[in-house]
C-alpha cells in the first residue's frame, strides 16, 4: 500500500527513542532461542500482567458477577440485557478513556513529559466528523465499537446460555480456565495482526481503516475509533470462544481487553505521571510508530509477528534508515 505519509520525517521517531518509551523495542525473551525461562517469567509479569493485564482479570469478574445478566436470561435475544450490556461497556470503556484523556489533553497534567510525539489533538480539522478528532473518535468508539462489541459479546452468552456450547465451571477446571485466561491476551493480539494485515489491503484500507488512520496522533479515544467494517473484523476474534469451550468471565475478559485496552495503547504517552512518584505503563510506542509511518507493526510486540515478516520498527535509527530505504525502493518501483 502506498502511504499517505510519503515525507518521513523523524518527529515520532525522536521522541520514540526516548528512553522512557524504551527504544530498541526489541522480540520478548519468550521467542529468544536458546530459551531464557527466567527473563521469559519476567516479562509475562511485567509485560502481559502487570499492571493492566491483572486489572483486566479484577475487572472481567466483577463485571461478570455484578455487572452482567444471568446467563439464564439469555436464552432469548432481548432488547433489555443487550441493552444493558451495550450501556455497561461504554460505560466501562469511558472510565479508562475520559479521566485518560483529560489528564493528558485537557489538564495536560505532566506536559510532554513521556509524550510520543509532539503534536496534540486536532481540535478543529475538516478530516474529522463534527470537525473535532476527539467528539469524531467518541461518536465511532461508542455508537460502532460499543455497539458491535456488544452484539458479539451477547452472540456469544446467547450460545453458552443455551447449551449449544457447555459452559467450563472453575470448580472443575481452575488450570484450563487460568491458562486460557492468559491465553485469552495471545489470541487477542494473534487475531488483531491478522485482521490488521487484512485492513491494509488496499481496498480495505481505503473504505475502512483509513478511518482509524486518520489519528497520526492518537488519544485515548482513538482506540477503537474504526469504521463499522473494521469493528465487525476486530470483535470476530470472540468466535474463538464459539469453539473453546470457556467460562463467561473470560468472555467479558476477551471484550474488556478488545474494547478497551486501546484506550491505553493509544493514549499518545508512554507512561502516566501523577505526582511524583506514580508512574503507570500506557502507550504503546510499538503501535504508534504504525500510526505515524502506516507499514511498520501492523501486530502488537508480545506476538512479535513484525519480526517474522520483517515489519518490525523498534524506534532506533537504524530502524528508521532501512524503512525509509525500503520506501524508496517501493517508490522506485511504482
Ligand atoms: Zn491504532
Ligand atoms: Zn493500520
Same mark, same amino acid.
Given at each position: 500500500?502506498?502511504?499517505?505519509?510519503?515525507?518521513?520525517?523523524?518527529?515520532?521517531?525522536?521522541?520514540?527513542?526516548?528512553?522512557?518509551?524504551?527504544?530498541?523495542?526489541?522480540?520478548?525473551?519468550?521467542?529468544?532461542?536458546?530459551?531464557?525461562?527466567?527473563?521469559?517469567?519476567?516479562?509475562?509479569?511485567?509485560?502481559?500482567?502487570?499492571?493492566?493485564?491483572?486489572?483486566?482479570?479484577?475487572?472481567? =469478574?466483577?463485571?461478570? =458477577?455484578?455487572?452482567?445478566?444471568?446467563?439464564?436470561?439469555?436464552?432469548?435475544?432481548?432488547?433489555?440485557?443487550?441493552?444493558?450490556?451495550?450501556?455497561?461497556?461504554?460505560?466501562?470503556?469511558?472510565?479508562?478513556?475520559?479521566?485518560?484523556?483529560?489528564?493528558?489533553?485537557?489538564?495536560?497534567?505532566?506536559?510532554?513529559?513521556?509524550?510520543?510525539?509532539?503534536?496534540?489533538?486536532?481540535?478543529?480539522?475538516?478530516?474529522?466528523?463534527?470537525?473535532?478528532?476527539?467528539?469524531?473518535?467518541?461518536?465511532?468508539?461508542?455508537?460502532?465499537?460499543?455497539?458491535?462489541?456488544?452484539?458479539?459479546?451477547?452472540?456469544?452468552?446467547?450460545?453458552?446460555?443455551?447449551?449449544?456450547?457447555?459452559?467450563?465451571?472453575?470448580?472443575?477446571?481452575?488450570?484450563?480456565?487460568?491458562?486460557?485466561?492468559?491465553?485469552?491476551?495471545?489470541?487477542?493480539?494473534?487475531?488483531?495482526?491478522?485482521?490488521?494485515?487484512?485492513?491494509?489491503?488496499?481496498?480495505?484500507?481505503?473504505?475502512?481503516?483509513?478511518?482509524?488512520?486518520?489519528?497520526?496522533?492518537?488519544?485515548?479515544?482513538?482506540?477503537?475509533?474504526?469504521?463499522?467494517?473494521?469493528?465487525?473484523?476486530?470483535?470476530?476474534?470472540?468466535?474463538?470462544?464459539?469453539?473453546?469451550?470457556?467460562?463467561?468471565?473470560?468472555?467479558?475478559?476477551?471484550?474488556?481487553?478488545?474494547?478497551?485496552?486501546?484506550?491505553?495503547?493509544?493514549?499518545? =504517552?508512554?507512561?502516566?505521571?501523577?505526582?511524583?512518584?506514580?508512574?503507570?505503563?500506557?502507550?504503546?510506542?510499538?503501535?504508534?510508530?504504525?500510526?505515524?509511518?502506516?507499514?511498520?507493526?501492523?501486530?502488537?510486540?508480545?506476538?512479535? =509477528?513484525?519480526?517474522?515478516?520483517?515489519?518490525?520498527?523498534?524506534?532506533?535509527?537504524?530502524?528508521?534508515?532501512?524503512?525509509?530505504?525500503?520506501?524508496?525502493?517501493?517508490?522506485?518501483?511504482?
Amino acid at each position: 500500500m502506498t502511504s499517505s505519509n510519503d515525507t518521513i520525517d523523524t518527529e515520532v521517531y525522536s521522541s520514540v527513542a526516548m528512553p522512557d518509551a524504551g527504544a530498541p523495542i526489541e522480540v520478548p525473551p519468550l521467542y529468544a532461542w536458546p530459551p531464557k525461562p527466567v527473563a521469559t517469567l519476567k516479562w509475562i509479569w511485567s509485560g502481559v500482567l502487570f499492571p493492566w493485564g491483572l486489572v483486566f482479570i479484577g475487572l472481567a =469478574f466483577l463485571t461478570w =458477577f455484578l455487572l452482567s445478566p444471568s446467563l439464564q436470561s439469555m436464552q432469548v435475544f432481548e432488547w433489555d440485557w443487550i441493552a444493558g450490556i451495550w450501556i455497561r461497556n461504554v460505560a466501562l470503556l469511558t472510565l479508562f478513556a475520559a479521566p485518560l484523556h483529560w489528564w493528558l489533553y485537557v489538564r495536560r497534567g505532566q506536559g510532554v513529559t513521556t509524550k510520543l510525539n509532539s503534536q496534540w489533538q486536532a481540535k478543529t480539522s475538516s478530516k474529522f466528523l463534527f470537525k473535532s478528532q476527539l467528539k469524531d473518535n467518541m461518536f465511532w468508539s461508542i455508537a460502532s465499537g460499543c455497539t458491535i462489541w456488544t452484539l458479539f459479546e451477547c452472540m456469544t452468552y446467547w450460545i453458552y446460555a443455551n447449551g449449544y456450547i457447555d459452559v467450563v465451571h472453575w470448580v472443575d477446571s481452575k488450570i484450563y480456565l487460568l491458562l486460557l485466561g492468559f491465553l485469552t491476551f495471545f489470541l487477542s493480539w494473534t487475531h488483531f495482526y491478522f485482521v490488521h494485515r487484512l485492513l491494509h489491503w488496499p481496498l480495505l484500507y481505503r473504505v475502512a481503516h483509513v478511518l482509524h488512520h486518520r489519528n497520526t496522533s492518537p488519544q485515548p479515544w482513538s482506540g477503537i475509533s474504526m469504521h463499522p467494517i473494521e469493528h465487525l473484523l476486530y470483535f470476530s476474534v470472540f468466535c474463538i470462544f464459539w469453539v473453546v469451550p470457556a467460562h463467561p468471565v473470560l468472555i467479558v475478559l476477551l471484550g474488556l481487553f478488545q474494547g478497551i485496552s486501546p484506550a491505553l495503547s493509544h493514549a499518545g =504517552f508512554a507512561q502516566i505521571n501523577v505526582g511524583q512518584h506514580l508512574n503507570i505503563p500506557s502507550g504503546d510506542p510499538f503501535h504508534q510508530l504504525h500510526h505515524k509511518y502506516y507499514e511498520v507493526n501492523y501486530g502488537n510486540r508480545a506476538t512479535a =509477528f513484525d519480526k517474522l515478516f520483517g515489519s518490525w520498527h523498534d524506534g532506533t535509527i537504524e530502524a528508521q534508515n532501512a524503512f525509509r530505504e525500503r520506501r524508496r525502493k517501493e517508490l522506485l518501483s511504482d
